[in-house]
Nanobody, 120 residues
Framework: QVQLLESGGGLVQAGESLRLSCVAS????????MRWYRQAPGKERDMVAQ???????SYADSMKDRFTISRDNAKNTVFLQMDSLRPEDTAVYYC??????????????WGQGTQVTVSS
């Protein structure tokens, strides 16, 4: 079994920063892609950013100037640094990862999500 656990969400004011973390635990033999998604109330879940094992990152166009994704492969952890937050960034942020387990199969996993609320 593999679990993804996010942390770092909270309530901030517009213009402030937050750093989200997500750690993968359990029978993790390797992780290729790690991603952050977000879902605002009444809206679809959209990808924010993703990062490959070698550190190659890509972003949704609207977030590439304010958000930075990074990872620590030794700790099976992915981060999302969010700067200059706006009220429209308010959402539940989800971690997602492609994890190779003990069977050598790669499966996709989701975390439970962490709430980010930005007040104006």
């Amino acid at each position: 079994q593999v679990q993804l656990l996010e942390s770092g969400g909270g309530l901030v004011q517009a213009g402030e920063s937050l750093r989200l973390s997500c750690v993968a635990s359990g029978t993790v033999f390797g992780i290729s892609f790690m991603r952050w998604y977000r879902q605002a109330p009444g809206k679809e879940r959209d990808m924010v950013a993703q990062i490959e094992h070698d550190g190659t990152a890509s972003y949704a166009d609207s977030m590439k100037d304010r958000f930075t994704i990074s990872r620590d492969n030794a700790k099976n952890t992915v981060f999302l640094q969010m700067d200059s937050l706006r009220p429209e960034d308010t959402a539940v942020y989800y971690c997602n990862a492609d994890v190779r387990d003990w069977t050598s199969r790669t499966r996709n996993y989701w975390g439970q999500g962490t709430q980010v609320t930005v007040s104006s």
